[in-house]
């Protein structure tokens, strides 16, 4: 029973690198999420989707881009890294109907 | 003006300990409620909805207050093993069905 994979789950770039975080779900939820947490700072959302084809920023989607081309795939890429995105980044998904969210073990990235 | 805001602590309590921790949020329109729990470095994962009437879980009890817009969460007979960061979470369906998240408070529960 996967639930939420990411990948990668560490990382290190370095200022003005790319890089896809990948997330999948295996529940057949249409919606899913990233956030990004900060250290001693709440999760805040980067970009969300309430099913494949459809995407939308969140309260911080600067510095990020998302696709969802199925509805089990949401990767999170990053264009020209930059210092001030070294951080923890969750991927999470729910259902219509379940109100819980589920999240991915999390991606934590450091850019130097 | 923040969707969801904690006191982020910390709360140091003895075990066995009652302890206590609040929220508020700021959108009338929010229509779930959840506490969800952190340990260090891992991902977040549900505690407990939260429900008008009140609800409770073993030694967990959760409340709301819509009309104040108040979230509370109690433990009682803490364990070490609550120790923890605790997440208030509210969900708006109408906004894209977002989640929007607290800062979390911390606990540790000390032996």
């Known amino acids: 029973n996967a639930g939420v994979t990411q990948t990668p789950k560490f990382r290190i770039l370095k200022i003005g690198q790319s890089m896809t975080l990948q997330c999948a779900q295996d529940m057949n939820h249409n919606y899913m999420y990233w956030y990004r947490q900060d250290p001693g700072m709440g999760l805040k959302l980067i970009y969300y989707s309430v099913g494949a084809g459809i995407t939308d920023k969140g309260e911080v989607p600067n510095g990020y881009n998302v696709s969802r081309s199925t509805t089990e795939d949401f990767p999170l890429r990053l264009e020209l890294a930059a210092p001030s995105q070294t951080s923890v980044y969750f991927c999470?998904?729910?259902?219509?109907?379940?109100?819980?969210?589920?999240f991915g073990e999390g991606s934590r990235l450091t850019v130097l | 003006r923040k969707e969801v805001e904690q006191d982020p602590g910390p709360f140091n309590v003895p075990e066995g300990a009652t302890v206590a921790f609040n929220c508020t949020y700021s959108?009338?329109?929010?229509?779930?409620f959840f506490w969800y729990r952190q340990d260090c470095r891992k991902e977040p994962k549900l505690l407990m909805s939260?429900?008008?009437s009140g609800n409770e879980d073993g030694r967990f009890t959760a409340q709301l207050n819509r009309a104040s817009q108040y979230i509370s969460l109690l433990i009682r007979d803490s364990k070490l093993s609550d120790s923890a960061t605790y997440l208030c979470?509210?969900?708006?369906?109408?906004?894209?069905?977002?989640?929007?998240f607290g800062t979390g408070t911390s606990l540790t529960v000390i032996p």
């Open positions: 999470a998904s729910t259902g219509p109907y379940t109100g819980e969210l589920f």
């Open positions: 939260v429900y008008s």
């Open positions: 959108n009338s329109a929010s229509q779930s």
């Open positions: 979470v509210v969900n708006l369906r109408n906004t894209g069905n977002q989640f929007y």
